[in-house]
T-cell receptor, first 113, second 116 residues
Framework: RKEVEQDPGPFNVPEGATVAFNCTYS??????FFWYRQDCRKEPKLLMS???SGNEDGRFTAQLNRASQYISLLIRDSKLSDSATYLC??????????????FGTGTQLKVEL | EPEVTQTPSHQVTQMGQEVILRCVPI?????FYWYRQILGQKVEFLVS????????KSEIFDDQFSVERPDGSNFTLKIRSTKLEDSAMYFC??????????????FGPGTRLTVL
């Protein structure tokens, strides 16, 4: 089983649509969870951290279900500029250092007029 | 807004040559990382560095790789004898803290390494 699994997409949606991405992770010891976005041939950019209680940042809402080892990202009122690859990322958070991030392969989103 | 910087943006080298990729992490950050992304594949962890020593490394980070913080600002990745399969985008990242709190990692723009 992959450490972090995502549907690669692409998700093609019209502007204004709501789109949801899902992710599962295999290591139950994972401590921190993130969504990054990556534009073509660019660096991953932190979109938001994901907390157990769920969190929202403008049009973006992230949810975490530790029992199911499942993370989601919801984008409302999608914009053309949201077109990118969305990376689900987990961190095992080994005490004393490490802090290694494990990335999913990403889900590609294309927002169209 | 502070950011991670990397040089060069693109490095072309011959197989067997040594390369050094350079990074300047965000100034108040204490943890530094190298990741790589082969074209079309996912981002993979290479190594993390804290307090002037490696804190974790992946299977990819073999004896051909080394990291160094030669001064107070730079963080370097050296590949001693490059192979064709080392061709990838190499990202440097830094975080303020490690495992607990403020552990978000911020990435530099990357160095594209092409080994011929």
């Amino acid at each position: 089983r992959k450490e972090v699994e995502q549907d690669p997409g692409p998700f093609n949606v019209p502007e204004g649509a709501t789109v949801a991405f899902n992710c599962t992770y295999s290591n139950s010891a994972s401590q921190s969870f993130f969504w990054y976005r990556q534009d073509c041939r660019k660096e991953p950019k932190l979109l938001m951290s994901v907390y157990s209680s769920g969190n929202e940042d403008g049009r973006f809402t992230a949810q975490l279900n530790r029992a199911s080892q499942y993370i989601s990202l919801l984008i409302r009122d999608s914009k053309l500029s949201d077109s990118a690859t969305y990376l689900c990322v987990v961190n095992k958070g080994v005490t004393g250092g490490g802090n290694k991030l494990t990335f999913g392969t990403g889900t590609q989103l294309k927002v169209e007029l | 807004e502070p950011e991670v910087t990397q040089t060069p943006s693109h490095q072309v080298t011959q197989m067997g040559q040594e390369v050094i990729l350079r990074c300047v992490p965000i100034s108040n950050h204490l943890y530094f990382y190298w990741y790589r992304q082969i074209l079309g594949q996912k981002v993979e962890f290479l190594v993390s560095f804290y307090n002037n020593e490696i804190s974790e490394k992946s299977e990819i980070f073999d004896d051909q790789f080394s990291v160094e913080r030669p001064d107070g600002s730079n963080f370097t990745l050296k590949i001693r004898s490059t192979k064709l399969e080392d061709s990838a985008m190499y990202f440097c990242a830094s975080s303020e803290l490690g495992t607990l709190g403020a552990n978000e990692q911020f990435f530099g723009p990357g160095t594209r390494l092409t080994v011929l």
